[in-house]
């Protein structure tokens, strides 16, 4: 009888975690207040919390640096999503909300990290299609580097509804309620999970609620504001200005838009988009990217987006816990507005995580 794991959260990392999970053979079940459906239904200020849904959702290669090596793990973990969404696209673009396309990086103030990345060394990092970019490319003076890329973007909730389909027809169970605590999962009777039998056991619970169980003082909320326009963009352009500010699209394809960002906000609740926000990123990004106006010379807004992106002082939180007299937990939470470009290798971690547990156990 395969081992059952209990995955807390349908976002990207619960549902990346959740399928991985059955790929090395484990019966999973989802348990998740929230659940993927189409952007369109979904209701912006009930369920601001469920983050995927607003998220830009594309890959920005961010190098490590070269001397301290500081966000090697990070980069691992988007080398690892890199080669699964390629190879997701390959077998289901039609269905997959996945999209391969350009990443353009102009920087005001470039780092080390940008500055060392020459051809050689884009090679050696493994990052497909690099070129640094000549001067007669960059938007404005202020721009001091550039260059671009070959990268990926997703329609995020076309994307996380094909998660769960694949999820469901491979046999996985959802079951629709929040939890306060993985405690609260052990103790669940096994009918409340979709067997028959009470004597079935759960194995592992997987942390995958985005902020925790509310007891990680270093999680905190991060604020984001994007403008979903219907103008198409040929590439996600991100600009990094020198007073720290951003501005970005993300091409969400599949009929859905552009997302228009580069605004954070931590320790932000504010659940209702600003009109002042909105028209900062709409002027800043026209400016960055002007192809994006079209032959209208102008933004089609369809909707304002806010969402809270769940945000860990020190990173995300990767680690296994036996939380005593009960089981064991493998935490999976606080990847920032990180989630989808991470969520390959951060379910890849969970994964090995889970299974040295189960190992050390059986002996």
Not at 65 to 82: D, P
Not at 313 to 332: D, I, N, S, T, Y
Request: with cysteine; charged share 20%.
């Amino acid at each position: 009888m395969s081992k059952h794991i209990v995955v807390i959260g349908a976002g990207v990392i619960g549902l990346s975690s959740a399928l991985l999970l059955q790929e090395h053979g484990y019966t999973v079940t989802i348990i998740a207040r929230d659940l993927p459906a189409p952007f369109e239904t979904i209701d912006p200020q009930a369920q601001i919390n469920y983050t995927s849904p607003w998220g830009g959702a594309h890959n920005r290669w961010i190098p490590p640096n070269v001397t301290t090596g500081e966000n090697a793990r990070e980069y691992a973990f988007s080398q690892v999503t890199y080669a699964r969404m390629s190879a997701l696209d390959k077998s289901d673009h039609a269905t997959s909300g996945i999209t391969f396309m350009k990443g353009i990086e102009y920087l005001e103030a470039p780092p080390p990290d940008y500055i060392s990345l020459t051809a050689d060394r884009a090679s050696e990092l493994n990052m497909p299609g690099f070129r640094v970019l000549e001067p007669s490319e960059f938007p404005d003076d202020r721009v001091k580097w550039g260059c671009e890329y070959d990268t990926w973007c997703v329609n995020p909730m076309v994307y996380c509804c094909f998660l769960l389909r694949r999820f469901t027809i491979r046999g996985g169970r959802l079951r629709k309620r929040s939890l306060r605590a993985a405690a609260e999962v052990f103790s669940l009777p096994a009918s409340e999970l979709g067997f028959a039998d009470d004597s079935t056991k759960i194995d592992a619970v997987v942390n995958a609620t985005g902020i925790g169980f509310g007891d990680d003082l270093d999680v905190f909320v991060t604020r984001g504001q994007m403008c979903l326009v219907a103008n198409a963009c040929d590439a996600t352009v991100t600009r990094q200005n020198a007073d720290g500010s951003w501005s970005y699209c993300v091409p969400r394809g599949f009929d859905g838009g552009t997302a228009i960002g580069g605004n954070r906000e931590p320790d932000n609740w504010a659940v209702r988009p600003s009109a002042e926000v909105r028209e900062t990123i709409l002027r800043n990004f026209a400016a960055a990217y002007p192809s994006i106006l079209g032959k209208e010379g102008e933004l089609s807004v369809i909707a304002d987006i806010v969402g809270r992106r769940p945000t860990r002082k020190g990173g995300p939180r990767l680690e296994g816990e036996v939380v005593k007299g009960e089981g064991f937990v493998f935490h999976a939470y606080g990847l920032g507005g990180r989630g989808f470009e991470l969520s390959w290798g951060a379910a890849q971690e969970v994964v090995e995580g889970v299974q040295q547990y189960l190992e050390e156990r059986a002996v």
